[in-house]
């Protein structure tokens, strides 16, 4: 399999860290979506990443539905999201929230490509507040271990990635440890292992 897209994208970087967990080797090209286009059409016509292309050469797109394959290959006593029940909603809620938080942050970074001149702080302080309410979701919602049934699952996956974007890039002078500190121990716990750790764009 060929993974496109760099870490620095969180959805291919949840991609990436799915793969290391489930122990599925594939070969990981970085190519930028607004640096390398290039590099990524013959991939992705769209320019969207992450594609993961599969060994028989289809072409998987979108993080969600690539994951969704991925665990039924492997089926649903590896998947890291319950078939059913309440574990599966409850992550479910989490990979919400987290996701939308996510888009903020992704629409607050479009935002510093444009001149300076043609910035609205307006939108960005919008954007802001609204990615900090769903922190303040999120932290309320977590526990002192692994969100749902402590079982590492996508919701720890996804709520990691997007806490790491916004206090290590985006937003780190109101989202930090002191501020979120259950959401901080998450991703202390979560870099302990390599799927994590390896695929983190910020040092």
Do not use: C
């Amino acid at each position: 399999m060929k993974l496109i897209g760099p870490w620095f994208s969180g959805y291919t970087r949840r991609v990436g860290i799915t793969l290391k967990l489930l122990g599925i080797p594939f070969e990981h090209l970085p190519f930028h979506a607004y640096e390398q286009q290039d590099l990524i059409r013959p991939f992705s016509p769209m320019v969207k990443v992450p594609a993961l292309v599969l060994d028989d050469g289809d072409i998987l797109y979108d993080s969600a539905s690539i994951i969704d394959y991925l665990h039924e290959q492997v089926g649903p006593a590896r998947a890291l999201l319950a078939a059913n029940g309440a574990d599966r909603r409850d992550a479910l809620q989490f990979i919400g929230i987290a996701s939308a938080i996510y888009g903020k942050l992704s629409d607050i970074y479009d935002e510093t490509l444009r001149p300076s001149e043609l910035q609205i702080a307006s939108s960005s302080e919008s954007l802001r507040t609204q990615a900090l309410a769903g922190f303040q979701m999120l932290e309320s919602r977590a526990g002192d271990g692994w969100l749902v049934g402590n079982t590492l699952s996508q919701a720890d996956v996804m709520v990691v990635i997007t806490f790491q974007s916004a206090s290590l890039a985006m937003m780190p002078d109101v989202i930090h440890a002191a501020a979120f500190p259950k959401l901080a121990q998450l991703a202390a716990r979560a870099m302990e292992i390599d799927a994590f750790d390896s695929t983190l764009p910020f040092r």
